[in-house]
Nanobody, 122 residues
Framework: QVQLVESGGGLVQAGGSLRLSCAAS????????MGWFRQGPGKEREFVAAITRSGSSTYYADSVKGRFTISRDNAKNTVYLQMNSLKPEDTAVYYC???????????????WGQGTQVTVSS
């Protein structure tokens, strides 16, 4: 497994931006597809975005498409989530996760970070 640590969360006004980072250690980072999920208050954890091992392909939930961008730097063992035009409904704990296969399903990811809180005020 790979160990994951998220950072970059915080409080931002609606319309603002944040960039989340997820640093990986342990086994070879580039052998994993990576994903971001989020869990809002009283909600189940949901898929946000995913990226292939090489970074050549990305996938997004409809709710964030056009506003969020996932990227990775395999030299730095880090995956990012750039979040623009944030809305109050984006408020959640954001988790990064690693999977041996590219997926949008939470159950396919077997390594998870501890999460970072993002709060968007109206």
């Amino acid at each position: 497994q790979v160990q994951l640590v998220e950072s970059g969360g915080g409080l931002v006004q609606a319309g603002g931006s944040l960039r989340l980072s997820c640093a990986a250690s342990g086994r070879i980072f580039r052998s994993y597809a990576m994903g971001w999920f989020r869990q809002g208050p009283g909600k189940e954890r949901e898929f946000v975005a995913a990226i292939t091992r090489s970074g050549s392909s990305t996938y997004y939930a409809d709710s964030v498409k056009g506003r969020f961008t996932i990227s990775r730097d395999n030299a730095k063992n880090t995956v990012y989530l750039q979040m623009n035009s944030l809305k109050p409904e984006d408020t959640a704990v954001y988790y990064c996760a690693a999977s041996s296969t590219l997926s949008q399903s939470r159950g396919d990811f077997d390594s998870w970070g501890q999460g970072t809180q993002v709060t968007v005020s109206s």
